[in-house]
């Protein structure tokens, strides 16, 4: 099979698999707010944010760091695994064996503190398996980790079920995202362990090396979570555990919709920087411009069609009782078709090897996050919090775009782009009309209606088709 057909087929793969384990997720979660209510969700989400904290310092850019350099061949990819691998082990056991006793430093309810011991577990195992996503990446067997991403959320949903059924409350929940996280590591392990060498090692000139290439991704991505986290942890403290409840489950929906250019850039990763590393800055720039069109495709109709069903959506995940979160999901959504973008620039960072150069603009946004946050949250709530995501997001989408295309000396065309927020507009105005419709109806309409019009409106054609496989790919 040629490298363009692997990476088609990977990409259809990953994308069913993960719109099965999105589904599950979306499912487990609506079984979890309507289980533990506006309360007990809030005590989930403060759990979680929480904890994400430790992950991210766990993670420290190795993910990123192991994908692109096991697409080097230049470097020993077993050799290479083995000792991130190693690395990620032990920075997971020291710092979520650290999160139990920090949070017995913060004024949460003794039930969120007991969450976050359990939780540190599900983390734990949870950061471990993330670090195998390059290996499957480089060998187009993603079929293998969206296979471990479906039996972990399907074990989770069981457990969780099982916890609503049985009216047992947050714990047993939290012991399930343990149970779930668990079995996905063990079925990604064993199939690595089958494309590469995996095995402990500690070889220290390697891992100078590996964190010589990941910190500063590794603080990138940290100020990077505490815009994108750091509204869920200020409003846990100053806050009801129901407005917390709220915001989060409209986070939760905005989590499902953004995995998909993480899907389509963890893919494109690998290809951008063989393409940069070879000296080949055409092929670069055509397949930007390329992902650029199919990002703005999607994310233009997700923001659109969201704001207009945001209310009746979590009111039918939920149920009533999270109806006003579709406020906060409404503002989100605007951030998260800023997601789009901002992913599409930092993973050209990554590929370009520009990671030190961005650290700046990640500090800076960070730090006019965090000051707008205690600003806007307690004078505003989780609409506030929202507002800011959305500025947070727009800006770091922006700081990325300037860095790659200044440096490429190239400017991605707007045609599909215009088109597609055309389209877009006049979708939602038909999924508005239709409001006195079932919301699944209305989505379903409002799809209908903006695949006709990106035909109509020349977006999408059968070249554009052809042209996005064999480009974005090959």
Not at 75 to 97: D, I, Y
Not at 333 to 345: P, Q, R
Request: charged share 10%; aromatic share 10%.
């Amino acid at each position: 099979m040629s490298q363009a057909r692997a990476v088609a087929s990977n990409t259809i793969v990953q994308i069913a698999g993960r719109f099965a384990g999105n589904l599950l997720g979306v499912v487990t979660i609506a079984v979890m707010m309507r289980s533990l209510g506006t309360d007990g969700f809030g005590a989930y989400t403060t759990t979680v944010s929480f904890l994400q904290f430790f992950g991210i310092l766990v993670d420290f850019g190795l993910t990123l760091t192991m994908a692109r350099m096991i697409s080097d061949d230049s470097h020993n990819e077993g050799r290479v695994a083995s000792n991130v691998l190693t690395l990620r082990l032990f920075s997971a056991m020291v710092f979520f064996g650290l999160a139990p006793i920090v949070g017995l430093l913060f004024p949460y309810p003794p039930l969120v503190k007991t969450a976050i011991a359990v939780g540190a577990l599900s983390f734990f195992t949870m950061t471990v398996s993330q670090v195998l996503t390059g290996i499957f990446q480089k060998h187009l067997a993603t079929s293998r980790s969206a296979l471990a991403d479906t039996c972990g959320r399907v074990t989770l949903l069981a457990g969780v079920v099982f916890a609503s059924v049985t009216g047992a409350g947050l714990l047993p929940v939290i012991a399930s995202l343990v149970a779930g996280n668990a079995v996905q590591f063990g079925i990604s392990f064993y199939y690595a362990r089958k494309l590469t060498k995996l095995e402990l090692a500690f070889d220290m000139a390697m891992w100078r090396t590996i964190i010589k290439e990941s910190w500063p991704i590794g603080l990138s991505i940290a100020f990077n979570l505490v815009y994108l986290k750091g509204d869920v942890v200020i409003l846990s403290l100053l806050r009801p555990q129901a407005e917390v409840g709220l915001y989060g489950a409209a986070y939760k929906v905005l989590d499902v919709i953004t995995v998909i250019p993480t899907i389509f850039m963890g893919l494109m990763l690998p290809i951008l920087a063989r393409a940069w590393a070879a000296g080949n800055h055409e092929e670069f720039r055509r397949k930007l411009s390329k992902a650029f069109d199919a990002l703005s495709l999607i994310a233009l109709p997700l923001a659109f069609g969201t704001f207009v069903v945001a209310r009746d959506l979590m009111s039918f995940v939920g149920g009533g009782r999270f109806a006003n979160s579709g406020l906060y999901l409404g503002i989100l959504m605007i951030a998260g078709a800023a997601v789009f973008w901002s992913a599409l620039f930092g993973y050209s960072v990554v590929a370009m090897g520009m990671q030190k150069k961005m650290i700046g603009a990640y500090a800076v946004d960070a730090a006019l996050s965090l000051a707008l946050y205690a600003y806007a949250i307690p004078r505003y709530g989780a609409t506030g919090a929202a507002w800011v995501t959305v500025f947070s997001e727009c800006f770091i989408a922006l700081i990325t775009a300037a860095a790659v295309l200044s440096t490429l000396r190239h400017m991605p065309k707007l045609g599909v782009f215009m088109k597609a927020a055309a389209a877009s507009a006049l979708m939602a105005v038909s999924v508005w009309l239709a409001a006195p419709l079932n919301v699944l109806v209305r989505v379903a309409i409002g799809g209908g209606v903006y695949v006709a019009l990106v035909i109509a409106f020349g977006a999408v054609t059968k070249e554009t088709l052809a042209s996005f496989k064999k480009t974005a790919v090959q």
